[in-house]
């Protein structure tokens, strides 16, 4: 609902997973980019010989895939219902669904310890076959798999594999399409272990006292109604977003929402009414469901708010979203379709609140997949 006085954002709605779909338009009139135009590309700008190379090259990276970058969407949902980890890394490796052809690549070590070079090459196998096997079940792409394959997809999942003789890590699933049943998964670990989000039981009183400063700081304030574990886990993701964003949008009233979803099926919402100029965020139950999603959630409607305020000041003054260098940025990665996420697509507010928030939440994944978005969203 956009009004001269009032602008509401009821965002970070659940999204149901997208089926295997060929690329997405990438623009006004323009497809997204195949490994065929890149390498007309490099023939152009560096010659047959550089074309040699690429083609020789394995991909072993996300961004070894520059070339299919705007086709593959970043799926930041959480799966429930999975198997324990420990189904996925017994038996060896799962089958492939009949019909597709999978060509299976890892960055390189999966994590695997040993005390020999033999124990640690055993470890090894089992452990990317373990990973195979989530990954395979994450994006349907395994024998018993009913659904759709999911293919043009990333997502990152937090993994303790150290009982399987592995470690605790951030590893990257990402499916690449290769025509109408063949597909690229990569599998990469990119990172330690992200400490979860703790409660008033977990955290030291100095670190409590420091985010209540911060939140004060700020002019932030709670809304009656909010449960001392929910507010402290919501000051830590505020205090993940550097402060000097955050204090361009000061006087926010932080609302603990009732019921798993808001009215319009979102997890959050922004608001921004005036005059008096009043800006409030809203969480739902559903935000709270796990880390990453409320991580992502808090990011998303700082987004908004961050997005909004040039409006606030002078209605005359687009919102960053519908203003001429996001729009250009956008442009340069493949439009509104090529969003980073399935949400981001709806719109260029949402595609806005969800670049922010990968941002804050995935900077080297929204680098690589959606590079002038990153390098606009950067520049605030």
Same mark, same amino acid.
């Given at each position: 609902m ?6 509401? &954002? !009821? ?16 623009? @006004?009139? $323009?497809?997204?980019?195949?490994r065929?135009?890149?390498?007309v590309?490099l023939?152009r ?16 990276? *996300? ?6 970058r ?7 949902? =959480?799966?429930?219902?999975? +198997? ?5 890394f017994?038996?060896g490796r799962?089958?492939v &669904?009949?019909? #597709? ?5 890892f960055?390189g070590? %999966?994590?695997?310890?040993g ?21 395979m079940?994450l ?21 303790d ?6 470690s605790q890590?951030?590893?990257?699933f ?8 063949a597909?690229?998964?990569?599998v ?8 979860g ?6 955290m !030291?009183k ?5 985010? @209540?400063? @911060? ?19 919501? =000051? =830590?993701c #505020? ?8 204090a ?7 609302? @603990? ?5 808001g009215?319009?099926g ?11 100029? =009043? ?9 709270f469901?796990?880390?990453?999603? *409320? ?14 305020? +040039?409006?606030?000041d ?19 990665d ?12 709806? !719109? &260029?507010d ?6 922010f928030? %990968? ?7 929204? $680098?690589? #997949? ?8 950067? !520049?605030?």
């Amino acid at each position: 609902m956009r009004q001269a006085a009032i602008r509401s &954002r !009821s965002e970070r709605t659940p999204r149901g997973p997208a089926p295997w779909r060929s690329a997405p338009a990438a623009g @006004r009139g $323009r497809t997204a980019p195949t490994r065929a135009d890149a390498v007309v590309a490099l023939r152009r700008g560096a010659g047959n010989a550089a074309v040699a190379r690429y083609l020789a090259r394995t991909p072993t990276s *996300l961004a070894d895939f520059a070339a299919d970058r705007e086709s593959i969407r970043v799926d930041i949902d =959480q799966v429930t219902g999975l +198997p324990p980890l420990e189904d996925h890394f017994t038996g060896g490796r799962k089958s492939v &669904r009949a019909g #597709l052809s999978l060509d299976i690549r890892f960055s390189g070590p %999966m994590g695997g310890m040993g005390r020999t070079e033999a124990d640690r090459a055993t470890i090894e196998t089992s452990l990317r076959d373990g990973l195979v096997n989530l990954a395979m079940t994450l994006f349907n792409l395994d024998g018993a798999a009913v659904a759709p394959p999911l293919v043009g997809v990333t997502r990152i999942e937090e993994l303790d594999l150290t009982p399987h003789g592995g470690s605790q890590g951030r590893y990257r699933f990402t499916t690449v399409p290769r025509g109408n049943d063949a597909a690229v998964l990569l599998v990469e670990l990119i990172a330690a272990w992200r400490p979860g989000l703790e409660n008033s039981g977990e955290m !030291s009183k100095r670190r409590q006292r420091k985010l @209540r400063e @911060r939140f004060n700081r700020l002019r932030f304030s709670a809304a009656p109604g909010w449960a001392v574990d929910d507010l402290v886990m919501v =000051q =830590q993701c #505020l205090g993940e977003i550097p402060e000097p964003v955050l204090a361009r949008i000061p006087d926010i009233t932080f609302v @603990r929402g009732h019921g798993d979803l808001g009215p319009g099926g979102e997890a959050g919402e922004y608001h921004f009414t005036a005059p008096p100029p =009043q800006r409030t965020i809203t969480l739902f139950d559903f935000a709270f469901r796990s880390d990453a999603e *409320l991580r992502f959630t808090v990011a998303h409607e700082v987004g908004h708010a961050i997005s909004g305020r +040039p409006r606030e000041d002078d209605r005359r003054r687009p919102e960053l979203d519908d203003g001429a260098a996001y729009g250009r940025a956008t442009r340069a990665d493949g439009g509104l379709a090529a969003g980073i996420t399935e949400f981001a697509r709806r !719109s &260029r507010d949402e595609h806005f609140a969800e670049s922010f928030a %990968m941002f804050m939440v995935e900077p080297d994944t929204l $680098r690589t #997949l959606r590079p002038d978005t990153h390098a606009f969203v950067a !520049s605030l």
